[in-house]
């Protein structure tokens, strides 16, 4: 029972750092997108969309490919019983992510975005709501699926 306690602790930690690495991912997309949707510049630079769809594209798939399939495996390993929290946070979570893919296709290239500019500052808000949304959710995972089980 202590090598498992240990095992449990030492899957903790890890899951933990790198969960702290793709919050300042989370972190950086949601300045990105501040700096973005600042009224006072109602057209931002393309270097600067890009720039925020690319750490946008990699925050959200860090998240389906590798973070939260670490958070079921975490739970599952201390014996959880949040599967059905799961059930209800993954499709919420996945329309969001269906947004920043959509955001992104529309506005991939230089000449997307210039040819749809009247339309980025509302799809920009939009998108903005939906992060909020996920964030919510990915909180709540993290604090039942891990934050939980955190060593004493």
């Known amino acids: 029972m202590v090598e498992q306690s240990s095992n449990n602790e030492e899957l903790w930690h890890s899951i933990d750092a790198m969960l702290k690495g793709w919050l ?3 972190k950086n997309t949601l300045e990105l997108y501040c700096q973005l949707s600042d009224h006072q510049n109602p057209t931002p630079e393309w270097e600067d969309v890009s720039e925020f769809m690319q750490v946008l594209l990699d925050y959200v798939s860090a998240g389906h490919f590798e973070i939260y399939d670490k958070l079921v495996g975490e739970a599952r390993s ?20 269906q947004m920043a893919l959509d955001f992104n296709d529309k506005y991939s290239n230089q ?7 009247n339309e980025f500052n509302f799809d920009l808000t939009e998108l903005g709501k939906q992060l909020a949304i996920r964030a919510e959710l990915e909180d709540s995972l993290i604090e039942q699926l891990h934050d939980s089980h955190k060593p004493e």
Do not use: A
């Open 78 to 97: 201390f014996n959880d019983d949040n599967m059905k929290l799961v059930e209800i946070l993954y499709p919420k979570i996945h329309e969001t992510t």
């Open 24 to 26: 300042d991912g989370r």
């Open 111 to 117: 000449q997307n975005w210039e040819s749809q500019l």
